[in-house]
């Protein structure tokens, strides 16, 4: 098969904006997260799959705002402070999301 000169295929890009960046609790968590949340300090959001989702636009809102969560502590580097999970609550269709910051620093080390 041989490649020919010209220009090279377009990708699909990325959005630009999620629908999670107008949304209230996920900004008031997400500026507690990296503004002053101390180690071992916990936060996180409760969503509901059927309401947040419609709300939201996604089959899975709650891995959506996991993912976002990850993405912004990977652009500020706080990833390897932080660990998110997501889990389902005891009530059928709810999510927790959860961001614990970890105890590492400079004299202290990440267990494995």
């Given at each position: 098969?041989?490649?020919a000169e010209g220009q090279p295929p377009k990708g699909k890009g990325k959005p630009k904006s999620s629908p999670l960046?107008?949304?209230s609790d996920f900004q008031e968590l997400a500026a507690k997260v990296m503004?002053?949340?101390k180690p071992r300090e916990s936060a996180g959001i409760f969503i509901d799959q059927?309401?947040?989702g419609k709300r939201l636009g996604a089959k899975n809102p709650a891995r959506m705002v996991r993912d976002h969560m990850n993405r912004l502590l990977s652009e500020n580097e706080f990833a390897d402070?932080?660990?998110v999970t997501c889990f389902q609550t005891e009530k059928d269709?709810?999510?927790a999301v959860w961001v614990t910051r970890l105890d590492v620093g400079p004299n202290r080390t990440k267990s494995t």
């Amino acid at each position: 098969m041989r490649f020919a000169e010209g220009q090279p295929p377009k990708g699909k890009g990325k959005p630009k904006s999620s629908p999670l960046d107008g949304d209230s609790d996920f900004q008031e968590l997400a500026a507690k997260v990296m503004h002053g949340m101390k180690p071992r300090e916990s936060a996180g959001i409760f969503i509901d799959q059927v309401a947040d989702g419609k709300r939201l636009g996604a089959k899975n809102p709650a891995r959506m705002v996991r993912d976002h969560m990850n993405r912004l502590l990977s652009e500020n580097e706080f990833a390897d402070l932080h660990t998110v999970t997501c889990f389902q609550t005891e009530k059928d269709g709810v999510w927790a999301v959860w961001v614990t910051r970890l105890d590492v620093g400079p004299n202290r080390t990440k267990s494995t």
